[in-house]
């Protein structure tokens, strides 16, 4: 009998691999998806563990997603790999829109219980879509699979525990999916981790730090920029000359150029856009947020605060910290307006320096807080998500 791994999702089981696995989807998911293993023993005395990789049916989406494997792409190779499969007589194939929606009816219906081991990887119970993963890139396909999901957060996963028997003897002690994701980095551009640059260190340290709550399963899949160790100067201007550069030397990585949004960030940023770009690049600002939709302001005319839409002309990273690490005396700390931008014809407005560093320091003790799983109740990262939720569809 054979041995395989498989990835399953819904109960269903697919791209059954005989007595290996495949790397491309191993390197979907990471060491902190490993579930405990469990060993076991056979009646004649042969060991066996339990080894499987498992994460959620939107974490492996999004994975995929700032890697480039989009849902318009999924689309795309299945009417590609249809059309393969017609012109070699595979018999009667339905349309794409037709097979997406069986896949979602499959994936809905209640799992066939497969025999634990298969000789022959074409006996699946539908020999159309098992036909269907030899045609097409193994991301797209889970992509595909991962779109028709009934439900957002529900277990999708990697099965080794076939190979760690007798004949295969995998040890389910290796780093396989951190193994697989090693190999896949070092061969090809496609998923290397999408790069965010912005305007400055700190800015890149806080919202890798936001990152690692809100999406903790993108870490390694989304880098920010190291300002620091490689010794380059923050700021708006920065930023665009960082983009000219990137584009000018060809960096293969995909990339997303964040800047603030504000009055400096989008005339900083309005050249840069007036260029045409690759389409590896994007260039972006930090999203509306309705708190800033009636924020508090000070001058240019009265010193009493006014409320007021700051979105677009005060929006720097600390306005997106969380409403509770803005708090002051009697309300949210307010934007000060300062200079005026002649050809935007707005004000460009900012937290004064001491509140920013207030806003800085009380965010990084709520991210050590939730790692340390003392989370206020009142916390708030709803500007954070929006801005990682963002960097997550540049490219869709």
């Known amino acids: 009998m054979g041995h395989h791994s498989y990835f399953e999702i819904a109960g269903h089981s697919f791209l059954y691999c005989l007595e290996s696995y495949i790397p491309d989807v191993a390197a979907l998911f990471t060491e902190e998806d490993r579930l405990p293993v469990v060993d076991h023993v056979h009646d004649n005395g042969q060991p066996w563990s339990e080894f499987t990789y498992a994460a959620t049916v939107t974490a492996l989406r999004e994975r995929l997603q700032v890697q480039g494997f989009t849902k318009p792409r999924a689309q795309e190779a299945l009417s590609a790999a249809l059309a393969q499969m017609n012109g070699e007589g595979a018999g009667s194939v339905p349309d794409a829109e037709a097979f997406e929606d069986d896949i979602r009816q499959l994936l809905a219906a209640e799992p066939v219980l497969f025999p634990s081991e298969k000789d022959d990887v074409?006996?699946?119970?539908?020999?159309?879509?098992?036909?269907?993963?030899r045609w097409m890139d193994s991301r797209d396909f889970v992509r595909l699979l991962l779109d028709?999901?009934?439900?957002?957060?529900?277990?999708?996963s990697l099965d080794l525990t076939e190979l760690t028997g007798c004949c295969v003897e995998l040890d389910p002690s290796r780093p396989i999916a951190e193994q697989a994701r090693a190999k896949q980095l070092a061969e090809i551009t496609q998923t290397t981790p999408l790069l965010v640059l912005t305007e400055g260190t700190t800015d890149a340290q806080l919202l890798s730090a936001g990152m690692d709550v809100t999406h903790p399963h993108l870490k390694s899949f989304v880098t920010f920029f190291d300002y620091g160790s490689s010794g380059a100067e923050g700021g708006i201007a920065q930023l665009a000359c960082n983009v000219a550069s990137f584009v000018a030397a060809g960096v293969a990585n995909r990339f997303v150029a964040l800047a603030d949004n504000d009055t400096a960030g989008h005339a900083g940023m309005r050249k840069t856009l007036e260029r045409p770009l690759p389409e590896r690049c994007r260039v972006m600002f930090y999203p509306a947020l309705p708190l800033l939709e009636s924020y508090p302001t000070l001058g240019p005319y009265t010193d009493e605060p006014v409320v007021a839409d700051v979105n677009g002309r005060a929006g720097s990273l600390e306005l997106y910290l969380g409403q509770d690490v803005l708090q002051a005396e009697g309300g949210l700390m307010p934007v000060q307006w300062k200079s005026w931008d002649s050809k935007l014809r707005r004000y460009q407005g900012a937290l004064t320096e001491t509140d920013k560093a207030t806003a800085q320091e009380r965010f990084r003790l709520k991210v050590k807080a939730h790692h340390a799983r003392r989370p206020a109740p009142e916390a708030d990262w709803s500007g954070i998500r929006a801005i990682i939720d963002q960097v997550v569809a540049a490219f869709g």
Request: aromatic share 0%; proline share 10%; hydrophobic share 40%.
């Open 122 to 133: 074409s006996q699946a119970s539908d020999e159309v879509l098992e036909e269907l993963s």
């Open 148 to 156: 028709c999901a009934p439900e957002p957060e529900i277990a999708a």
